[in-house]
């Protein structure tokens, strides 16, 4: 019972028939913060190798199903993330100087270097920080929209979530509850073709992830999720349906992940060069920059113009990063109760004594008053 898949513009950037009547600058705008994605988490994997951050999940190939469907959002939503949507974040309100304060766990960062790098969060744009672990936030997302609808709010929660978190307790449960209830929410399935090393082919008997909706009741659409348009009119439909009362929605928005699940993974010990190869031939960039020069919404060499500032703009911010103050140390303590209790000063006190001896600790703030 799979649905056609909604596309727009074809691989060659094409448009067909009944495409939807965007603004050009809105065109331009989607185009731009998917280029923004991508220089980016370039210059993430570039610092990750040399050693200057720790890790970073790269969403190369996926920049058109995460910028078109989260650009739909309206400000007072929700994003629940499942990795790699920090530039979705950075489209909705996350500043570039946070996002790398993150990424290199200093004393900017508004997670005082608690959450290992990559996993963003940012209360002004409704951005909840997220966990490693798969399909989690999926019921989170359930319990907040059922929250939402009970006070009446008109706010939306979209999470999203790859291929492979189909297979929690998390999915499961979440569509079930949301179904049940019929709460404001929308689930956003990136199948980027592998789930670390499971292929999406050995995920599931189902005919397409769209049919696992109909187990609890949830309509679904099928999107190609390299066209940005696509996915930015479904996610559009799918939130509608839910502001208006009408409850969840499940989009399956099928991509590809060029690059490895992390920048731990090695992809060519499990998947076929020509496979790669055959999907970068599918840039979802390319795709909509060849319609935009078709449409004559950029020029030839504008889209290098507009890398080359993005890249210039993220470099600058880097220098700035890399110079910031390490978290202090005392913030290992801190936080959880209005004032720290004896015990935990003891133990602060105890730590610092044995990092200054062995000579690895940072200047610290001095040990606390017992």
């Known amino acids: 019972m799979a649905n056609e898949r909604l596309q727009y513009l074809d691989p060659s950037g094409r448009a067909r028939s009944g495409l939807p009547d965007l603004k050009p600058e809105r065109l331009r705008e989607l185009f731009i913060h998917m280029l923004r994605v991508r ?19 790269t969403a190369k190939g996926l920049e058109a199903a995460i910028i078109g469907s989260a650009a739909a959002l309206d400000k007072n939503d929700w994003l629940w993330s499942g990795l790699r949507e920090g530039g979705a974040a950075l489209m909705r309100g996350l500043p570039l100087s946070e996002y790398l304060a993150q990424m290199y766990g200093n004393g900017n960062d508004t997670a005082k270097g608690r959450q290992m790098s990559n996993h963003f969060q940012h209360a002004p744009s409704h951005y909840p920080s997220w966990s490693s672990v798969i399909g989690t936030q999926i019921p989170n997302a359930v319990g907040a929209a059922y929250a939402a609808k009970l006070r009446g709010s008109t706010e939306v929660h979209a999470v999203y979530f790859g291929d492979g978190a189909s297979s929690s307790n998390g999915f499961h449960s979440g569509l079930n509850m949301a ?4 709460v404001p929410v929308v689930f956003v399935l990136v199948d980027n073709g592998w789930a670390i090393s499971l292929s999406s082919r050995d995920q599931t008997a189902a005919e397409s992830y769209g ?48 690059s490895g699940h992390s920048s731990s993974d090695d992809p060519a010990r499990y ?7 055959a999907w970068e031939r599918r840039d979802p960039l390319e795709r909509m920059e060849r319609y935009l020069l078709g449409a004559g919404l950029l020029q030839e060499g504008d889209a290098a113009t507009l890398e080359q500032g993005l890249l210039d703009e993220i470099d600058s911010a880097i220098h700035e990063q ?47 008053p017992l």
């Open 39 to 57: 220089c980016v988490e370039r210059r993430m994997l570039d610092l990750q190798r040399a050693g200057r951050i720790g890790f970073v999940g």
């Open 179 to 182: 179904g049940t209830w019929q």
């Open 322 to 368: 890399e110079a910031a103050a390490p978290v202090r140390l005392k913030t290992l303590v801190e936080d959880v109760y209005s004032e720290v209790p004896r015990h935990l000063r003891e133990q602060y006190n105890r730590f610092l004594e044995v990092a200054q001896r062995h000579g690895k600790a940072q200047p610290g703030d001095g040990a606390f």
């Open 271 to 277: 998947r076929d060069p020509a496979e790669v190869a």
């Open 211 to 258: 049919d696992k909706g109909a187990a609890y009741g949830i309509p679904a659409q099928e999107v190609d999720g390299n066209d940005v348009v696509a996915c930015h009119v479904a996610m559009g439909e799918a939130l509608e349906r839910a502001r208006s009362g009408s409850g969840p929605s499940l989009l399956v928005l099928s991509t590809y992940r060029v």
